[in-house]
């Protein structure tokens, strides 16, 4: 573990604590922090704007847990978005600020622009690709210039396909050009649920995608290149025979951040670029109408403020059930858990990806358990432990990262495995020679 100076009294401060999301990150890094050895103990506190109800939370954690020194031993920072100072005050104690306040578009760059002036990394749980973007283009310079690394989408958006992608890579006997990734969630009796926050984000986010447009062309990237056969995007609904049910194109971050990652890689390593499509299975044809259905409500709606205000106030309706303003029940986050299988392609280690078509594939799959709160926080700790104990494996200066790009030298992949997530082979294949 980093040492704690005295100017720095925490290893990690979760910011946002009470919040839904916040209260699962706080019993994880409870958990985590009474593992560690007692000569080598992790520090930590908590972080919002009402310091009665972080008291509240930990008392509830401290009854959940069976752990009574947590409502009286964890230190409390009352810091609001809204004050510059209160946010530094909090950036300052801290090695590794968690932030956990969401929707990001609207929160989240007071934090991270307080923690690149105030020498704190950051990491969050994003799944906006605009903010997420917009953070790289308007503070990798200044990060890198501080030494801090601010590293977004550390939840089930999106390690589990960044980190599933590297993982694949590093199993195939050659050169992988493409993968194709099909995410699967399985629910028990009481089906499963997201929280509002998550709602909210998809709802500005999607109304606001011509301006992620305009973002991107500031960037002025070209093309990465596509090595060996180029493959294409499928159709918006098709029956998948890799996983024997509908899907559609992942709606979330992991395609964006998993480009970003390769584009990394690409220009600072020297890695061979990987084209990547994800999916998502949503069932049977009673699912696909109701997809279509709700899809194209969801559309129109998102185009008008009125639509967007009712979309807000009425997650539970408008989503199917899929979305509440109260989040899943314990008993639908135990039930719950979630596969992402890639099937790779590419070259084995004796043939050039410029002669003829792909000769080897690749299947493998992350598991872990319910992906909203269980996975998500499982990853946002590791991530930030990873941190604190292999920052010399990180890229040699800080700035803003990928997952992938910022831990793909780290032993992250071994620590989410320790702590539920399995990585792992399915098939390799190579063709027979004639």
Known sequence: MEAVTSSRPYHIVVF???????????????????????DNRLTWAVAGRSVQRLKGMLKQAADRLAMPELSTDIDIIAADVSSKESLANMCQQAIVILNCVGPYRFYGEPVVAACVENGAHY??????????????LEYHTK??????????????????????????QSHFKGTL????????ISSGPEGTCGHDATWRSAVHGFADSGALRQLRRKFDHKPLPVVGTKVRP?????????????????????????????????????RSPIQYYAYVGVGGLCSVAK????????????????????????????????????????????????????????YAEAA??????????????????????????IAMVQAAVTLL????????????????????????IDRLHNRGFKFSVRTYQEATKA
């Open 389 to 412: 104990k292999e920052k010399h494996c990180l890229p040699m200066r800080g700035g803003v990262y990928t997952p992938g790009s910022a831990f793909y030298n780290t032993s992250l």
């Open 123 to 136: 990491i969050d749980i994003c799944g906006e690709p605009q903010f997420l973007e917009r953070m790289q």
């Open 352 to 377: 050039d990806p410029s002669q003829g078509p792909p000769n080897a594939k690749i299947c493998t799959e992350v598991m872990g358990a319910e992906p909203g709160y269980v996975a998500t926080v």
């Open 143 to 168: 990060a890198s210039a501080t030494g801090v690394y601010v590293i977004g989408s550390c939840g089930f958006d999106s390690i589990p396909a960044d980190l599933g992608i590297l993982y694949t």
């Open 177 to 184: 050009t493409a993968v194709e990734s099909f995410l699967t």
């Open 16 to 38: 946002g604590a009470s919040g839904f999301t916040g209260k699962f990150v706080v019993e994880e890094v409870a958990r985590y922090a009474a593992e560690s050895p007692r």
């Open 291 to 346: 997809l279509f259905c709700g899809g194209l409500l969801f559309g129109i709606m998102v185009r008008f403020s009125l639509g967007r205000k009712l979309l807000t106030m009425f997650p539970r309706f408008f989503s199917f059930g899929l979305f509440s303003k109260a989040g899943p029940t314990i008993k639908q986050i135990e039930d719950t858990c979630f596969n992402m299988t890639f099937f790779g392609e590419g």
């Open 234 to 270: 499928r159709g918006f609904v098709f029956f998948s025979r890799e996983i024997m049910q509908y899907a559609i194109p992942f709606m979330g971050s992991d395609p964006s951040v998993v480009k970003r990652t390769q584009r990394f890689l690409y220009q600072e390593k020297s």
